[in-house]
């Protein structure tokens, strides 16, 4: 257990250190060095501090939430394939962000776009916490997420489809496909503290998440108040995907796969895998983003949601065969 | 001395009255719940859980009522085991015998006690860190049980614990149950098989569509009129139970 902290640490360290040093002006360690204690060239001080230091610090910010979202609702839902996709909150999100982007709305302030895709999670949240109200079966709040997903990916495609420009369009499509590039200390300064106090709130309800893998009955019968664990399960996902979505777009695979690479070292308790997921995701994330800066081409950057969803895609499915026999 | 009483219960799930005028009181003992499918002997286990809410009537336990106490409270007070429960996640054994101390207020060394006394009771202490989906099913339901037992509550409720078990597990499990029932705790259980409920239990209850039918020890419960009343079963010859319209 702690040599996984140690070795995911390690990494994270030595990804931030790449992601720092990589871009269209690549930097040596020295300079690196120099430039984050704010000594040396004032381009490449600028460069660290302005633009690559905050997109690094998001991408882990992200994927620590889609992790962390990931893990606990794997463990409410009590399904290896749920992820913070299947329960609407991701699709809710991009429609709020997309209907700002399609009424031009963005244009009055930076901070209209990130409210709308909050609004957009908050209506899905608030959707989910009356279904999961009262003793509903928890395969209610699975079924209702679906069709809010499905929904909103429906008049997403929607205004996509009313588009009164091309431009519009791809305005829209490429925000769609997710992306941390060209994001300041002000998105970072939204985004962390939500998902910070999401993760927090998903760690509340880590114990109730380990006893409800003994089935909806038994958990209830020890003590477990199914109501409150949905609720804390459902805002804390809200928190963290609202906001990764809000700043970065709609990024899949992370939330699905994180918590599956960290089940061999912590055990199948679904409670305990939401703080490692988190690290885990966000490393993922980071990875992601330093594959796609090096990946894209002068005037053609790849886009982060298209990335992870083409190394998570085969790498999950790898992971489904190598692990079959374990699912219960 | 009375730890669980029901007074005039009636009610089931989706507000279908299954029980109908249930009045028991349990005390210290193996108390087996017998009676054909349907009868309502999980609907009874689960109202008394807290599962269920009656239509009708009270639930003391002691001398509080059952619906005045916190999820908590009552999971401090009684444990269930439902019947064939699901593992979601291929959990260690010890972790999973660990999640019946979720309601206890005491402290991890006195948490990490009554885990290893259970898995002491259930014997499984010798797989603690494998992993549940590597089990048998005589030891999946031992470790169940063992969740179960390790909550330490002054009443256990146990829903048909020895289904698609071979004899010597059933007699393992009900061991277990009978062991606990003779140092003080309230075991009530509900059984299909009716010569282990004769085996083992202190006082049976024999459910009918919802009603008490005989309520007393195994010899007075399990008689030829109350087997042919109740499943339309006769001995025959030879002294097997049989269905009457096959006899010669």
């Known amino acids: ?328 | 001395m009375s730890m669980l009483s029901l007074k005039a219960i009636s009610g089931g799930p989706d507000h279908k009255r299954v029980l109908d005028n249930i009045s028991l009181d349990f005390g210290p003992g193996l108390t087996g719940l017998i009676g054909p499918n349907g009868a309502g002997k999980t609907t009874l286990l689960k109202t008394m859980m807290g599962l269920i809410v009656p239509e009708a009537g009270t639930l003391t336990l002691g001398n509080k009522d059952l619906s005045a106490l916190s999820l908590r409270q009552r999971a401090q007070q009684i444990a269930y085991l439902p019947q064939n429960g699901p593992v979601h996640w291929a959990m260690r054994v010890h972790d999973l015998v660990r999640l019946g101390r979720f309601a206890s207020t005491t402290t991890r060394q006195e948490d990490e006690m009554a885990v290893m006394d259970a898995m002491r009771a259930c014997a499984i202490e010798g797989f603690a860190a494998r992993p549940i989906t590597t089990l048998s099913g005589g030891e999946r339901s031992r470790v169940l049980l063992a969740r179960a037992l390790a909550a330490q509550t002054p009443i256990l409720l146990v829903d048909e614990p020895t289904n698609a078990l071979d004899p010597a597990q059933q007699h393992r499990i009900m061991g277990i149950l009978q062991s606990r029932a003779k140092a003080g705790v309230c075991v009530i259980c509900a059984l299909h098989d009716l010569p282990l409920a004769a085996r083992y239990g202190d006082r049976l209850v024999f459910l009918d569509k919802g009603q008490i039918k005989e309520d007393g020890p195994p010899g007075t419960v399990l008689t030829a009129t109350s087997f042919h009343k109740t499943y339309g079963l006769v001995f025959d010859k030879r002294g097997y139970l049989n269905d009457e319209s096959t006899l010669p």
């Open chain 1, 1 to 328: 257990m702690s040599r996984f902290f140690i070795i995911a640490g390690v990494g994270l360290i030595l990804l931030i250190l790449i992601s720092l040093m990589l871009g269209d002006y690549p930097l040596g360690p020295a300079q690196l060095l120099d430039a984050l204690f704010q000594h040396g060239d004032p381009a490449r001080r600028l460069i660290v501090w302005q633009i690559r230091l905050p997109r690094t610090l998001l991408a882990i910010m992200v994927g620590a939430g889609l992790g962390a979202s990931g893990a606990a609702l794997q463990g409410y839902l009590r399904n290896p394939l749920a992820d913070p996709g299947i329960v609407g909150i991701s699709a809710s999100a991009g429609l709020g962000a997309v209907i700002a982007l399609y009424f031009g709305l963005t244009a009055i302030s930076i901070w209209v776009l990130p409210g709308a895709a909050m609004a957009g999670a908050g209506l899905a949240a608030a959707v989910l916490m009356v279904l999961a109200r009262g003793r509903a079966s928890i395969t209610s709040v699975i079924l209702g997420g679906v069709a809010l997903s499905s929904l909103s990916v429906a008049l997403t495609a929607l205004l996509m489809n009313l588009s009164p420009n091309p431009w519009a369009l791809s305005e829209i499509a490429y925000w769609l496909m997710g992306s941390v590039a060209d994001r300041s200390f002000a998105e970072l300064a939204f985004a962390a503290p939500l998902i910070l106090g999401g993760i927090a709130v998903l760690m509340l309800s880590a114990p109730a998440l380990n006893a409800l893998g003994l089935g909806e009955e038994a958990a209830h019968s020890m003590g477990v108040s199914l109501h409150r664990t949905g609720q804390l399960v459902v805002f804390g996902t809200l928190l963290c995907v609202g906001a990764g979505v809000a700043v970065a777009g709609a990024i899949g695979f992370i939330g699905l796969v994180a918590p599956h690479l960290v089940r061999p070292f912590f055990g199948a308790r679904p409670g305990a895998l939401i703080l490692p997921s988190a690290l885990i995701g966000g490393i993922l994330l980071l990875a992601a983003d330093i594959l796609a800066r090096t990946l894209s081409g002068p005037g053609t950057p790849l886009y982060l949601g298209v990335t992870t969803a083409l190394l998570g895609a085969p790498f999950f499915l790898y992971l489904v065969i190598k692990n079959r026999r374990a699912f219960p």
